[in-house]
């Protein structure tokens, strides 16, 4: 009984070294939604100023 | 006795790392964007469009192009060549005991790149086929009694017959060498047939295009060690030795000849498949190949076909992953035509290409060479039947490097090559965009291409078999 409790811990975080490639993969999509983001913001802030320019 | 160890990439053992390895992946992201601010604030003039040139003393440039110094060196890139050929065909079937493996694989493959980025191009020098070409060319011109011409090169090919075959030599070497799953190296035999096979197309192609052409064009070992030539603060001009700011070569060795920023391109994604297939690669190799399995194709088939398509793959993804960068560019105003770009960027990544050099092979470049000085130069041939300089006995001191030096060197590498990749690439947005705010913001998407790269190959390296 206490063996197979114990089997049922241990099985999942075998297998956790196949997703270790998820912490690469992290940085780029921080980069990636931080430069989305930033690019949206400019992208507003230069229609801001050319509306305040035609007005 | 030598210690016989089969011949292998992966000569890194685990890291005993404090921290995590995919801990370095975020610090070398942190490195490269804090890098990418540092450049936006304080870089706002192009600073490697002027190469500031100078030239060195008349006589050192006189020695080094002399004729007795051309032959010296001619001569013995023939010769060890040729040591290398016969090796190859006659020696031992035991990849890491014979001359012609390490001797191609190991001591020029790697140690030219390392060399070329140091000191410049110097292996047009040493280049045997180049050699026999001059030599050739000018016994017939002497026997003629007029200079030979050639045909004219197609220049809308440029660079492309390198790039191809930059893919070939390292298919090659990683593919059809593999054998049984087991990254045992290319048979000498094999490598022996190939570098007479390839001698042979050379010296046709030098004949038919002229022998510095080809060198320039389609020589793959000139074409690729050149390329990390462009990167050292010497070089030649006019017939002179000089001096120049380093990196400043690079830009004008892409955008000057088509097909360039396919050799880029290849070294990157060579190596990367090389780190790869023993690796992070390894379950999707299987996965792939037990589908030729069942369909009833060989084993051995199985493996160099799968190995195929995953090479294939990365080339695709490792240029995908540029042209959207490149595409990123498009989108701020003012940005020149995709094509333009894309060939204005390209030498921002041959620091990377050499990056990934060093962190895949420097451990084994370190063991290699100290087989090839020691018993492979007394055994060529692997036989045990010479000795020839008494260290036939030697073996490799695999205590030389720690893995956690080893490891160390890696991300130094990596981190060195992308920041300057990244320098690069907004010193050229500048040209392009000379309002300092749009060429960073140009350069977005390439701080996110360096990134990508960067977390790719310390996640290549982390999971051994780089």
């Known amino acids: 009984m206490g063996e197979t409790t114990i089997a049922a811990l241990i099985l999942p975080l075998a297998h956790i070294g196949h997703w270790l490639w998820v912490f690469y993969v992290l940085p780029v999509l921080i980069v990636i939604g931080g430069i989305i983001r930033s690019t949206r913001a400019e992208k507003k802030r230069e229609r801001d100023e050319e509306g305040k320019k035609r007005r | ?466």
Request: proline fraction near 5%; include cysteine; charge should be positive.
């Open chain 2, 1 to 466: 006795m030598s210690v016989t160890l089969p011949f292998a990439h992966a000569l890194v053992a685990k890291q005993d790392l404090p921290i995590p390895a995919w801990l370095f992946a975020w610090a070398a992201s942190i490195v490269l964007v804090v890098s990418f601010f540092a450049l936006s604030a304080a870089w706002r003039k192009p600073q490697f469009e002027d190469e500031r040139w100078r030239p060195s003393a008349a006589w050192l440039s006189q020695v080094l192009r002399s004729w007795p110094l051309q032959i010296l060196c001619g001569g013995l890139g023939v010769f060890l060549l040729g040591v290398g050929i016969y090796a190859g065909i006659h020696g031992t079937e035991a990849p890491d005991r014979n001359f012609a493996i390490t001797f191609f694989f190991v001591t020029a493959w790697i140690g030219f790149p390392f060399a070329s980025a140091l000191f410049g191009d110097v292996f047009p020098i040493f280049n045997p086929w180049r050699a026999i070409a001059r030599v050739a060319g000018g016994a017939c011109a002497l026997l003629a009694r007029r200079r030979m011409r050639h045909l004219a090169y197609p220049e809308k090919l440029g660079r492309w017959p390198a790039a191809l075959g930059l893919l070939g030599f390292v298919w090659l070497e990683v593919v059809y060498g593999s054998s049984g799953g087991v990254a045992v190296g290319l048979e000498p035999h094999a490598a022996g047939v190939a570098a007479c096979v390839y001698t042979g197309y050379t010296l046709a192609m030098m004949a038919l295009f002229g022998t510095e052409v080809w060198c320039s064009r389609g020589e793959i070992f000139s074409v690729f060690f050149g390329m990390f030539a462009t990167l050292a603060p010497f070089g030649a001009k006019d017939g002179r030795i000089g001096r120049r700011r380093p990196l400043t070569a690079a830009a004008r060795w892409v955008a000057a000849v088509p097909g360039s920023t396919a050799v880029v391109v290849a070294s990157i994604a060579s190596t990367s498949f090389d780190g790869a297939e023993d690796g992070a690669y390894k379950s999707g190799l299987e996965h792939v190949g037990r589908w030729f399995s069942d369909a009833g194709v060989g084993p051995l088939a199985t493996i160099r076909i799968t190995d195929s398509i995953f090479m294939a793959a990365t080339v695709l993804a490792v240029a995908g992953v540029y042209l959207l960068g490149v595409k990123g560019m498009r989108s701020v105003p003012g940005a020149p035509p995709f094509r333009e770009l894309q060939r204005g960027f390209a030498h921002t990544l041959i620091p990377i290409a050499l990056a990934y050099l060093v962190a895949h092979y420097f451990s084994l470049f370190v063991y290699q060479e100290q087989a090839q000085f020691t018993y492979l130069l007394s055994d060529p041939l692997g036989t045990s039947t010479t000795n020839l300089f008494g260290t036939a006995e030697y073996g490799i001191d695999f205590s030389a490097l720690s893995p956690n030096v080893i490891w160390y060197v890696q991300v130094a590498a990596l981190i060195a090559g992308h920041v300057l990749g990244l320098t690069l690439a907004h010193d050229r947005a500048l040209v392009y965009w000379p309002d300092y705010r749009r060429a960073s913001r140009s350069q977005y998407w390439m701080l996110a291409v360096m990134v990508a790269f960067t977390c790719f190959g310390l996640y290549l390296l982390s999971v051994g078999g780089a």
